[in-house]
């Protein structure tokens, strides 16, 4: 520390303690009977006085611009620090590493789950392009923030020590930009994909037969019937719609700081923004996973727009019916007549 840079210290210091409540008169007390007038020297019993204060967060006087500078040391900040780096970073670190395991898992024993019946050869448009521009927008984006604000919280223990400082920096710093431009982006997609599906994602009866049924992910042959959206999409579209509209909200607050509050506020909003995001980070790879290798004919819908009629009657038999006009048999595994 510079010697500019302790008289600063030391001058804020004894302001921080003139201000400090009940402790108006310390500047006659702490100046001992050797000093020069005007010079303060610290005693024992004051500075424990003092420095209390200032662990509380007293505010002083500073001729700095910025008036949050009257703060010297802020002590939430120790606790924040701890949370972020020890629960939040430990317990993310493994719900990642879990959800892996788990698709490597069901991959092994399910496999890829395929059609039960041959395909048809026919197909039927699924999303149309502004479905699939939003999801791909909402999608691309949250993928570039979802690795930039990984790098964040883990890049310099998984990263840096593989790429080196420099490396490490400059990527760090395009990723820093990318993320906070790209939220924008983010939370357009998710704004849209809310207007364009939320009449799709209500809840209703028929998601509790699909959750008892586990969505027939785990055997052959087993289909609950679902409208455009079944029970386990609606769960990601929520997530996205929620979660989406709680990183937008937090991460404004981080982008414009002191817009929302003060600094603990802002520790709080940091720590939120990271459990949503970790958890929406493990949710949206097991979306990835079903939405690409774990199911064949899925990718269809959200590429072209057209899927196989078969694995719409197969996953979506409702809404194929509606699609096709048809009228639904109340049997079981229903059989579909043609509207008459
Ligand atoms: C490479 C990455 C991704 C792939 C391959 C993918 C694939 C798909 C597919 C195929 C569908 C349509 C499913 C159907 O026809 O029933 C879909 C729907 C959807 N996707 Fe993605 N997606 C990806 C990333 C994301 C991300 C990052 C988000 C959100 C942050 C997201 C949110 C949604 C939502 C809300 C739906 C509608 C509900 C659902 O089908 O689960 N997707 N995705």
């Keep these: 520390m510079t010697s500019w840079c302790k008289a600063a210290l030391a001058a804020l210091t004894l302001m921080l303690g003139l201000a400090a409540a009940g402790m108006p008169a310390r500047a006659a007390d702490t100046t001992s009977a050797g000093a020069p007038a005007g010079t303060h020297q610290l005693n024992t019993g004051a500075d424990a006085d003092v420095w209390r204060a200032i662990r509380q967060g007293v505010q002083g006087t500073s001729s700095l611009p910025n008036p949050r500078a009257g703060v010297l040391i802020q002590s939430e900040g120790e606790s924040w620090r701890a949370l972020r780096n020890g629960p939040i970073a430990t317990y993310g670190a493994w719900a990642l590493a879990g959800i892996l395991v788990v698709l490597v898992l069901f991959f092994l024993f399910r496999g890829r789950i395929r059609l039960d019946a041959p395909a048809t050869g026919r197909t039927v448009q699924r999303f149309n392009a502004l479905e699939r521009g939003t999801h791909w927008l909402t999608a691309g984006s949250f993928i570039v923030l979802a690795l930039t604000g990984l790098n964040v919280l883990y890049g310099r223990w998984v990263l840096l020590p593989v790429i080196g400082p420099e490396a490490f920096a400059a990527l760090t710093g395009w990723g820093k930009l990318a993320h906070n431009y790209l939220g924008f982006a983010f939370m357009a997609g998710v704004l849209v994909t809310f207007l364009l599906w939320v009449r799709h994602n209500i809840p209703e009866r028929a998601d509790l037969t699909w959750f008892a049924q586990a969505g027939g992910l785990f055997s052959k042959n087993v289909h609950p019937e679902a409208k455009k959206f079944n029970a386990g999409q609606k769960v990601i579209f929520w997530a996205t719609v929620l979660g989406g509209a709680g990183l937008g909200f937090t991460g404004l607050a981080l982008l414009f700081p002191f817009s929302f ?49 078969e694995w719409a009657r197969e996953h979506h038999a409702l809404w194929l019916a509606e699609v096709k006009g048809e009228r639904i048999d109340p049997r079981p595994h229903g059989h579909h007549a043609p509207a008459e």
């Design 261 to 309: 509050g003060g600094l603990q506020d802002m520790q709080l909003y940091q720590m939120i923004h990271a459990v949503i995001a970790l958890a929406m980070a493990v949710i949206i790879i097991g979306h990835i996973y079903i939405g690409s290798v774990g199911m064949e004919g899925a990718f269809d819908a959200m590429g072209s727009g057209q899927v196989e009629e």
